[in-house]
């Protein structure tokens, strides 16, 4: 099985090539942010403040971990439902986020603006929270700490495993699969 090593924050060369279907092993940095973080980065910026976080280049992993147990960095770190983000997420891409990491279809306008300002939609695997919190290396609040498990966090990953999901050229994986499938 062959990986795309990619590093975070991204640059528009790293996605630019990535295909639906493609797998990623992602490293650096990247931040948390669900529905409640997302609805006040959007507050935010319609009374003409910056985000709390470098937009930039950014990834935002679609998840709320549990608390860790002593000794731990991190509690289980499993994605969450990203459809939740779907009326924030465009605003953000036109501002320069490049990735989203999450489980399930998205919406519409979320493709289409990965198309027309270059961002991708990666998927992580739905119960492997275990598994995946191996891979945090660091975790830190950074912004919003009054929503808790929800608080936006700063993260550091290594090899995190993940797989395309919607690309630059506005290709789908779970439209692909279906199809696939339909035709057999």
């Known amino acids: 099985m062959e990986y795309i090593k990619l590093t975070a924050p991204l640059k528009k060369e790293d996605i630019i090539t990535l295909k639906a279907g493609d797998k990623v092993l992602?490293?650096?940095?990247?931040?948390?942010?669900?529905?409640?973080a997302h609805k006040k980065f959007i507050e935010a910026l319609t009374r003409g403040e910056r985000l709390p976080i470098d937009i930039e280049g950014s990834v935002i992993y679609y998840v709320g971990p549990t608390?860790?147990?002593?000794?731990?960095?991190?509690?289980s770190a499993g994605p969450t439902t990203s459809y939740r983000m779907d009326d924030y997420a465009p605003k953000l891409i036109e501002l320069g986020l490049m990735g989203m990491i999450g489980k399930g279809k998205r919406d519409k306008s979320v493709v289409?603006?990965?198309?027309?300002?270059?961002?991708?939609?990666?998927?992580?695997?739905?119960?492997?929270?275990a598994l995946i919190a191996k891979k945090i290396k660091s975790s830190r609040v950074v912004a919003y700490e009054e929503l808790g498990t929800e608080?936006?966090?700063?993260?550091?990953?290594e090899e995190m495993p993940l797989i395309v999901i919607n690309d630059c050229s506005g290709r789908d994986l779970y439209e692909e699969g279906v199809a696939k499938w339909e035709k057999r």
Request: aromatic share 8%.
């Open 26 to 36: 992602l490293s650096g940095k990247i931040y948390t942010g669900r529905d409640a």
């Open 67 to 75: 608390p860790e147990k002593p000794g731990e960095i991190i509690g």
């Open 112 to 129: 289409d603006a990965c198309v027309k300002y270059g961002a991708v939609y990666l998927g992580a695997t739905g119960g492997a929270a």
């Open 151 to 157: 608080a936006v966090r700063e993260l550091y990953v």
